[in-house]
């Protein structure tokens, strides 16, 4: 069992829907980033939290330390939101971990 | 900020030869990261420094890989001999505020090595 699962793997859209990608771990952490990668391959920081919620414009992160789970929240869905979003923890000793990605494609 | 410089942006190789990716971090962090993606693996960390010396390489996958950072401001990624199953996409990343991978990271670009 990966120690960060994703869920779902692929997600399609319609524009203007509300998303919700789903991570859990199984590990102790320090804290959890969320990643997302455009097709161009670039990767951009999206959140890094340890407890309760950040908001970032139409970005919501989520985490619950005691349930092990983090869930990413986008509102108002955009076609350019289409990336892979990608989970990591960061471990007590300073290493990595990270999640398969979610595929999200939002549609106009 | 430039952001995290890395390079070359795409490097082709022939299977022997040795390979350098080159990464320049954000100005004042001091932390920096190696990871490498693939396909069949995603990202993977290789390596990370905390103010220059090497606190983890255990993700480094055999002795072929090296990884250096003489200064706060360059790090080099080696691979000698490389092989085909080294063809990927390495990023860097850089961290600051204390350092360490808890803390917001910047990735660079990406460097995509393709071993022939």
């Known amino acids: 069992k990966n120690e960060v699962e994703q869920s779902p793997q692929n997600l399609t859209a319609q524009e203007g829907e509300f998303i919700t990608i789903n991570c859990s771990y199984s590990v102790g952490i320090s804290a959890l980033h969320w990643l997302q990668q455009h097709p161009g391959g670039g990767i951009v920081s999206l959140f890094m939290?340890?407890?309760g919620k950040k908001k970032h414009g139409r970005l919501i992160a989520t985490i619950n330390i005691q349930e092990k789970h983090s869930s990413l929240h986008i509102t108002a869905s955009h076609p350019r939101d289409s990336a892979v979003y990608i989970c990591?923890?960061?471990?007590?000793?300073?290493?990595?971990?990270f999640g398969a990605g979610t595929r999200l494609t939002v549609k106009p | 900020d430039a952001g995290v410089i890395q390079s070359p942006r795409h490097e082709v190789t022939e299977m022997g030869q040795e390979v350098t990716l080159r990464c320049k971090p954000i100005s004042g962090h001091n932390s920096l990261f190696w990871y490498r993606q693939t396909m069949m693996r995603g990202l993977e960390l290789l390596i990370y420094?905390?103010?220059?010396?090497?606190?983890?390489d255990s993700g480094m996958p055999e002795d072929r890989f090296s990884a250096k950072m003489p200064n706060a401001s360059f790090s080099t990624l080696k691979i000698q001999p490389s092989e085909p199953r080294d063809s990927a996409v390495y990023f860097c990343?850089?961290?600051?505020?204390?350092?360490?991978?808890?803390?917001?990271?910047?990735f660079g670009s990406g460097t995509r090595l393709t071993v022939v």
């Open positions: 990591a923890v960061g471990l007590n000793n300073n290493d990595m971990r």
């Open positions: 939290l340890s407890s």
């Open positions: 990343a850089s961290s600051g505020l204390g350092g360490g991978a808890n803390y917001g990271y910047t």
């Open positions: 420094f905390n103010n220059n010396v090497p606190i983890d």
